[in-house]
């Protein structure tokens, strides 16, 4: 009985490196392709940010006035602006919502107080924001970011 020694060859010892070279260019491949499509997704998903959450604002701040406020346009310091009147207890307050400069700001101040266009807090840049009331009960509003993408929302008013 004669045992056979097992000789090794040269492919025994090629193929499971070959095979790990394999596996390493695929995942690399795979994740630079994973980062490419992450980058161009979060690119397009912040591009589409700005404008529309600057009307969506707009409408949830609208909504939370409509039940017990006053809703209409007017002009702050010289600029358009949305008008909330809200009571709280015996005191009026007021929300500003205008376009100042390149952004949209909110300015939340008591009745009678003064008060300049400077002094809102800045909701986001933008290139350009106009608002119109279409009917009694109907607002429209365009802003347009400082990428120059273009949003327009009409927000209904109930209360009235």
């Not at 490419?36 to 707009?58: D, K, M």
Request: aromatic letters at 12%.
């Amino acid at each position: 009985m004669g045992f056979r020694l097992k000789r090794r060859h040269m492919i025994d010892f090629i193929f499971p490196i070959a095979l790990f070279f394999v596996f390493a260019l695929s995942a690399l491949t795979l994740i630079l392709l994973s980062t490419q499509i992450y980058q161009s997704t979060t690119e397009n998903s912040s591009l589409q940010y700005t404008a529309r959450t600057g009307l969506a604002y707009i409408s949830e701040k609208i909504h939370q006035t409509d039940g017990d406020g006053r809703i209409y346009l007017d002009t702050f310091d010289g600029c358009d602006a949305l008008v909330m009147e809200q009571t709280y207890g015996e005191d009026t307050y007021l929300t500003y919502i205008y376009a100042s400069g390149r952004n949209l700001k909110e300015l939340f101040i008591r009745n009678g107080v003064e008060a300049s266009a400077a002094d809102g807090r800045t909701i986001l840049e933008i290139r350009n924001f106009s608002m119109k009331q279409i009917s009694e009960n109907l607002f429209q509003f365009d802003c347009t970011d400082k990428r120059n993408k273009a949003s327009s929302a009409i927000i209904g008013i109930r209360s009235r």
